[in-house]
Structures are given as C-alpha cells and as structure tokens.
C-alpha cells in the first residue's frame, strides 16, 4: 500500500513538473508567480523532490526570490537540505544573469545608457554582504571597456587606494570612469566618508585627465548618484579639456 502512494505522489509529481514546463514553453515567464519561478527552475536543480512546497518554503524563508537568488549556497543548504547540486546551481543563475547584464553594456554609451547600468549594479551589488568598491572604465565613446573591484571590505578614505585605481586607468587606457560601492545595510544614503573617498578620487583623476562621470552608491532596490546630487565631481576636468 505504502509503495502504491508513493508512486502515486512521484507520478503526480512528474505531471505537476511537465505541466509548468509546458506552461512555460507556451507563453513566457509572465503570469508566474514568483514561488513558481522557482519550482520551475528547481525541477532542473532537484528533479526527484516535491519542488511545490520546497519553493514555497524557500521563497517564505528568505523574504522573496530576490532574496533566494542572494542566499550564499550554504544558507540555501543549512534552511532547506538542498543539495550542493541544487544550491551551487541557484547560485549560478544569479551570477549567470549578471554576466548577461554586463555584455549589454559593452560596447554601448553607458552614459546614455543609465538605467542598463543600473540594472547591473543592482544585481550584482544590492544583495552583497560586505561593502565593495568598483571602478567601470571607459573610453573616449563613453564605452564600457571593463569592471574593476578595486577594494572588498569597510570602505574609507585610506582602504581605497587612488593609486590603484589610476593604475588600472592606464591598463586600460581608459578615458573617463564610474566609481561604484555597495552599502550592505541597503540604504544607499551617502555618508560624510564617502563624500570625502569621492573628493580624493577626483583629485587623483584630474591629475591625469581621466574624466569622472560618476560616483553611485548602490543600497537595496535603490542608489545614489553623486552627479545626480550636485557633487560636482569632474567638473574640474570637463573645464580644462574644454579650454585645451
């Protein structure tokens, strides 16, 4: 009898999977709810278990999708027995669309381009644990040439070198740069260390010309500019490039 259920629950089980595949195949991703996002991706990551409920669990567990996809693959494993397999795999997908996120920028005029920018960031910094601080350098178009994460770790005046950060700018031969730090907590509100982090940063740019666009601080679902704000960085560059 006991053998009989449980072929029953796995055969249902399998139908439930064939028809949310299906489901999905027909249409798109919309009109899925966001527990069912997950169980469509969990029935690659854990094909023999009752994704249903799991997805649930997990969703309900970490506060939403968002919050699954920014788990570490320990925490998916220490709240659910997930698998390595199917934890390393959720992992993935986060880091997978940030690649894809990324090449959309390449190539293009990312200052045109500002909310493409943003929705990197965003994935890639918001869910972040510890505080990290990049450069994105560019050429003379405006291009995105590469992604610099210059420091990992409490952020001041002291931990982000100017020098390393000029250095890369001629690795490069980058002509303008977007610096870009996370604040973990998840509120973007700039602090007066980062006001005076920004300060030394376009100092140190100006001495080589290297034009910069923007300073942005990333928080949870919301950022911060500082040119936006009336900081004023790179002004001192624009002026004497366009008097040259």
């Known amino acids: ?8 629950k796995e ?36 094909p023999k278990k009752d994704v249903k409920h799991l997805s649930r669990a997990l ?24 698998s390595d397999h199917s934890s390393v795999m959720l992992k993935l997908v986060k880091d997978i669309a940030g690649v894809y996120l990324k090449e959309r920028i390449m190539g293009k005029d990312v200052i045109r381009c500002a909310k493409d920018v943003v929705d990197y960031l965003n994935l890639t910094l918001s869910g972040e644990r510890v505080e990290k601080f990049l450069a994105m350098y560019l050429n003379s178009r405006n291009e995105l040439l590469a ?8 952020i001041n005046q002291t931990a982000v ?8 700018a001629f690795k490069y031969n980058a002509q303008g740069v977007i610096f870009v730090h996370n604040h973990p907590s998840g509120d973007a509100t ?23 666009h923007d300073h942005m601080i990333v928080g949870r679902n919301k950022h911060f500019s500082a040119r936006e704000n009336g900081w004023g960085i790179g002004c001192q560059v624009y002026s004497r490039r366009a008097t040259s």
Do not use: C, W
């Open 1 to 8: 009898m006991m053998k009989l259920l449980t072929a029953d």
């Open 147 to 154: 992604v610099e994460t210059l420091h990992e770790g409490t």
């Open 11 to 46: 055969a249902f089980n399998k139908e439930h999977r064939q028809r949310l595949k299906e489901r999905f195949r027909s249409g798109s991703i919309d009109g899925f709810q966001n527990h069912e996002i997950l169980e469509l991706l969990l029935t690659y990551a854990a």
């Open 161 to 168: 070198y100017p020098r390393k950060a000029i250095e890369k």
């Open 190 to 212: 700039p602090s007066d260390t980062d006001r005076q982090l920004t300060k030394i940063l376009d100092r140190a740019a100006l001495a080589i010309d290297l034009i910069v």
């Open 59 to 82: 969703i309900q567990r970490f506060k939403g999708l968002r919050g699954v996809l920014d788990a570490t693959p320990e925490e998916l494993k220490a709240a659910t027995g997930l």
